[in-house]
């Protein structure tokens, strides 16, 4: 007998307007010699305060089919030597050192040295709950998606320790299993929360087709990442990626349950970085973004907030002066690119852009000073 805790209910699984039954499997499903290899992709600079609880948390994992790349990024602090440590430890650990590249050539070395039919990402600060790759892994083999993803939850640093105990006890099984079509247009137009809080309410099950352009969380079939690599010496690496692996995928799954835990840490890239090249980096992610989902006739709503976003932000740069002549490049292109839209299109756009600038001055003032 397999616990409730440990296992799959017969969840529904919605698949827009289809109701089919999630078949019936429990964690003994993987315990066998057929089990397939899930490779973890974890980029690692100068984050020796951090690390262990991360590496701890996925070595912990119930689904034990694992292979783990921690790639040091030329840290010059103790994290190098702790991922040798770890595999000294475990024989699932690899561990590349390269010379300080960024976060997505690290990202890349992984996916180059991955053998697994599924690869995961994690921040080298982050937490993982520990039934994330078992959940994640059987509910994409059991609905035929290309992905699948669960929910996260921000955190401070001083609930680390409270929150490495929470994803150690692991979370239930979910109740609810979402299946559905069309990804790419799902990330363009689904991301103001208030409206996916009225979507729920109106029983349209909003939130399970929200995701962000972030890797971690997810589960992917390895051949998604086929031709597909992260643009080297760019802040906005995993934006730029987003629409051309959207586009490759037929179905996503999402599980309504929390199975990450995502550290808010005030001296991140995200948090911290406000130079101009910071800016024209998302700028030129949310132009190819935005051009790739019109190619594709998708509403680049979502593009459209960060490509305009982006512009204004930039222009209040302290190094604007020096980089004049490519802001108004820059702005030439929005400018160009938004003449492709129908009136009725702008108007989507302006009105979800004006809604999302406010639900982030709270996220701001909530998230962002986690302590």
Same mark, same amino acid.
């Given at each position: 007998g397999v616990s409730k805790r440990h296992r799959f209910h017969q969840s529904p699984i919605t698949l827009y307007d289809e109701t089919v039954r999630l078949a019936h499997a429990s964690r003994m499903h993987f315990m066998t010699d057929s089990r397939p290899l899930v490779s973890i992709i974890v980029p690692v600079?100068?984050?020796?305060?951090?690390?262990?609880?991360?590496?701890?948390?996925? &070595?912990?994992?119930?689904?034990?089919?694992?292979?783990?790349?921690?790639?040091d990024d !030329?840290?010059?602090?103790?994290?190098?030597?702790?991922?040798? *440590?770890?595999?000294? &430890?475990?024989? %699932?650990?690899?561990?590349?050192?390269?010379?300080? !590249?960024?976060i997505a050539k690290a990202q890349n070395a992984g996916l180059d040295a991955a053998h697994g039919e599924y690869v995961a990402f994690a921040d080298n600060d982050d937490i993982l709950d520990c039934h994330n790759i078992e959940f994640l892994l059987h509910a994409l083999l059991n609905s035929g998606s290309d992905m699948s993803k669960a929910r996260w939850q921000q955190f401070g640093i001083s609930q680390l320790n409270e929150v490495k105990s929470i994803a150690a006890v692991g979370a239930t099984a979910p109740n609810k299993v979402t299946v559905f079509k069309n990804p790419l247009q799902s990330y363009q137009t689904v991301f103001c929360k208030s409206l996916r809080l009225i979507g729920d309410i109106l029983k349209k099950n909003t939130e399970a087709r929200y995701f962000n352009e972030a890797n971690w969380c997810r589960l992917y079939k390895r051949e998604l990442w086929d031709g597909i690599r992260f643009p080297e010496g760019m802040y906005a690496q995993d934006v730029m990626v987003a629409g051309?692996?959207?586009? %490759?995928?037929?179905?996503v799954?999402?599980?309504?349950?929390?199975?990450?835990?995502? &550290?808010?840490?005030p001296g991140s890239v995200t948090h911290s970085k406000r130079n101009y090249s910071f800016y024209q980096d998302n700028l030129n992610a949310g132009l190819?973004?935005?051009?790739?989902? &019109?190619?594709?006739?998708?509403?680049?709503? %979502? *593009?459209?907030?960060?490509?305009? !976003?982006?512009?204004?932000?930039?222009?209040?740069?302290?190094?604007? !002066?020096?980089?004049?002549? #490519?802001?108004? $490049?820059?702005?030439?292109?929005?400018?160009?690119?938004?003449?492709?839209?129908s009136l009725s299109q702008k108007i989507i756009c302006v009105?979800?852009? $004006?809604? @999302?600038? #406010?639900?982030?001055?709270?996220?701001? @003032?909530?998230?962002?000073?986690? @302590?």
């Open positions: 600079y100068n984050a020796e305060k951090y690390l262990p609880y991360c590496v701890d948390s996925i &070595l912990t994992q119930s689904y034990r089919t694992l292979e783990i790349i921690l790639i !030329g840290a010059t602090d103790k994290s190098p030597q702790i991922c040798d *440590s770890y595999a000294a &430890l475990d024989s %699932r650990v690899h561990v590349i050192h390269q010379e300080n !590249g960024g051309k692996l959207y586009s %490759r995928m037929h179905k799954v999402d599980i309504d349950c929390t199975l990450y835990y995502w &550290l808010q840490s190819s973004n935005f051009e790739h989902a &019109l190619s594709q006739s998708v509403l680049p709503a %979502r *593009s459209y907030y960060t490509m305009v !976003g982006s512009l204004n932000e930039a222009a209040s740069a302290p190094d604007l !002066g020096s980089n004049r002549n #490519a802001y108004k $490049h820059s702005k030439t292109e929005v400018q160009s690119l938004i003449k492709k839209l009105i979800l852009r $004006h809604i @999302r600038l #406010a639900e982030k001055a709270v996220y701001d @003032r909530k998230i962002k000073n986690m @302590r």
